[in-house]
């Protein structure tokens, strides 16, 4: 059994419930841009490839399953208990929850290893490849005013840039600038 691959349909399953109220596009124009970077970064680094892999799908699974609020620390319990499911190597479960619960730029929880660095790295990383994704959840899903849209996709990529490590800000940095001149 390929556990990636069984994670991967999992996610995708619980984004297609109407239940969850990010709809499809989280799945297509967040998590697949994430985890292609993800792996990218886990490649370069020398992380753990499968460590990254898994995290990466299932870093958002406490907000696809109704708590925006906390989803790193329910996503991570989730995570936790899904992949004890599959009888998933417990110490290496505990690196999966760490990196989903560290992943986000709003928290100041440290990231203690390489993996959850690199699951950070690609969270804030998808978001300046997806701006018409971040346009689409601000007006959209959370049915915003256009300048509050605006507010919105400005300060949430102030924030992914803000976590970035500085490796990723080398990479990201030309995209950084030319957005927030268009979002002035
Ligand atoms: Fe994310």
């Not at 898994?54 to 996503?75: C, M, Q, R």
């Not at 990383?125 to 915003?144: C, E, P, T, W, Y």
Request: with cysteine.
């Amino acid at each position: 059994m390929d556990l990636v691959e069984e994670i991967r349909r999992y996610v995708k399953k619980e984004c297609g419930k109407e239940t969850n109220f990010f709809g499809m596009s989280a799945y297509n124009y967040h998590f697949v841009s994430m985890v292609k970077y993800a792996k990218q970064l886990a490649k370069e680094t020398n992380a753990d490839v499968e460590i990254v892999e898994i995290a990466a799908w299932l870093h958002d699974i406490g907000s696809i399953l109704g708590d925006y609020k906390n989803h790193h620390i329910s996503g991570a319990e989730h995570a936790g208990k899904l992949l004890a499911e599959y009888n998933y190597p417990k110490d290496r479960i505990e690196q999966i929850k760490h990196c989903i619960l560290a992943h986000r730029g709003s928290k100041d929880i440290k990231r203690e290893t390489i993996e959850a660095e690199c699951i950070a790295d690609a969270d804030a990383m998808s978001h300046f490849d997806g701006i018409a994704d971040l346009f689409n959840l601000a007006l959209v899903v959370r049915k915003l005013e256009i300048n509050e849209a605006k507010k919105f996709v400005k300060e949430k990529l102030q924030r992914s840039w803000k976590k970035l490590t500085p490796r990723a800000k080398g990479v990201i940095k030309p995209k950084y600038e030319a957005a927030m001149l268009v979002l002035e």
